[in-house]
């Protein structure tokens, strides 16, 4: 009996040392598989693009509401990316083909709806694509380079269209304030040359900047779109109130007929500029605020944050589209080049067909070249 009884305490402790064997080997198998998990997350976050890492990652299953307005984003664009490249080809043509369009202001016009145009044929596609991608979760590095393309190309579009309207208002600001220097300082070619310095200007400070750090990028952008914005408000109040002043010179001193022709010509001109820069201002004021909310992490929601970034995006990218819809509406020329160009009209039929459809009240063009 004593010997049995032996056995079974000896075998009552193995049992113990049995358990405790298997409960060890179970934690550690549960740390292991916390830890892989852990690892395995903390590399999914550090291979994500880089614009879901900025938007906080990836959307959730349930986040519905943000993937139908992402879905809306994604069709309203592929609706308007054709309209806008043929509306600035339309653009683009008509001042390259009708000489009476070959003024020094609707050369820079011109220049403008060349950024315009690239941001339909290009820009648009890209956007589409990027945000497809993220519709389907296709977020990883080996997907990435098509976002990141589409995020350089439209910040290097983005920074050459501000560029360009600066370009416009200091033609503009030359023109009406100092209108003797005008005639020999700003010529066509020389209109030309400033518009492809705007172009390496916009790649130097976008492209190599944002590969290297996107908080140098964000900071050098801040300061390109400061001193555009400078620039284009200090000539906007003094062509203002230059303007102001011919006009109580005008009314009160008798002026030549053609003196007032060209003062009206040049004032018809800052008010497309003016208009062109308000509507630049109303496109990419949002997206410049919604990024420095997400930098500022005062939208710390993920959903809300990749709604507002790209409804805001979307709407900066459909300014290459409002552009040309305001050369139409304000400048009867360009409504006539179009007419003659997509229905192969003539000038005086193209004149005709343009009158029965806006009438007579239709706002006269810029017509000679200063």
């Given amino acids: 009996m004593e010997w049995e009884f032996k056995q079974f305490k000896l075998k009552r402790r193995l049992g113990w040392v049995t358990i405790v064997k298997i409960s060890a080997r179970k934690r ?20 994500e693009c880089e614009v879901v890492i900025f938007l906080g990652g990836r959307l959730g299953p349930t986040a519905t509401f943000a993937y139908v307005l992402l879905l809306f984003v994604m069709i309203m664009n592929i609706i308007t ?17 009708k000489p009476r369009l070959k003024t020094k202001p609707n050369i820079a016009l011109g ?6 145009w690239i941001m339909g044929a290009i820009g648009q596609p890209l956007f589409i694509a990027e ?13 990435c380079w098509e976002i990141q393309l589409s995020k ?3 910040r290097v ?4 269209s501000l560029i360009h309207v600066a370009l416009m208002n200091v033609e503009r600001y030359i023109a009406i304030k100092q209108a003797l220097a005008y005639i020999t300082t700003a010529t066509g070619s020389r209109i030309l040359r400033l518009s492809a310095l705007a172009w390496i200007t916009a790649l130097i400070l976008t492209v190599p900047v944002a590969i290297m750090d996107n908080n140098i990028y964000l900071t050098v952008s801040n300061i390109t779109l400061s001193s555009c914005m400078v620039i284009t408000i200090y000539c906007q109040v003094v062509i203002y109130f230059e303007t102001r002043r011919h006009e109580k010179q005008m009314a009160a001193h008798q002026v030549s007929v053609e003196t007032k022709e060209k003062f009206l010509k040049e004032k018809k001109a800052f008010k497309v500029t003016t208009t062109v820069v308000l509507i630049l201002v109303l496109n990419y004021a949002p997206i410049i605020v919604v990024r420095i909310l997400i930098v500022k992490s005062v939208i710390d929601s993920v959903n809300a944050a990749y709604i507002c970034f790209f409804i805001t995006s979307s709407v900066a990218i459909l300014n290459s589209l409002i552009n040309p819809i305001i050369y139409c509406v304000r400048i009867r020329h ?7 160009i997509v229905l192969r009209k003539n000038n005086a039929q193209a004149e005709e067909f343009e009158m029965q459809i806006f009438g007579l009240n239709a706002v006269a063009p ?4 200063h």
């Avoid at 360009?334 to 003659?340: M, N």
């Fill in 334 to 340: 360009f409504r006539v080049a179009f007419i003659e």
């Fill in 152 to 154: 350089h190309i439209l």
């Fill in 366 to 369: 810029l017509e000679q070249e």
């Fill in 157 to 160: 579009l983005g920074t050459a």
């Fill in 81 to 97: 990316c054709p309209i806008t490249a043929v509306l600035n080809a339309l653009v683009m043509l008509a001042v390259r083909t």
């Fill in 28 to 47: 550690s198998k549960d740390a292991n598989k916390m830890n892989s998990s852990a690892n395995s997350h903390n590399n999914g976050t550090s291979t």
């Fill in 131 to 143: 945000i497809s991608l993220i519709l389907r979760g296709e977020t990883s590095s080996t997907n």
């Fill in 111 to 116: 220049c403008l709806a060349t950024t315009d």
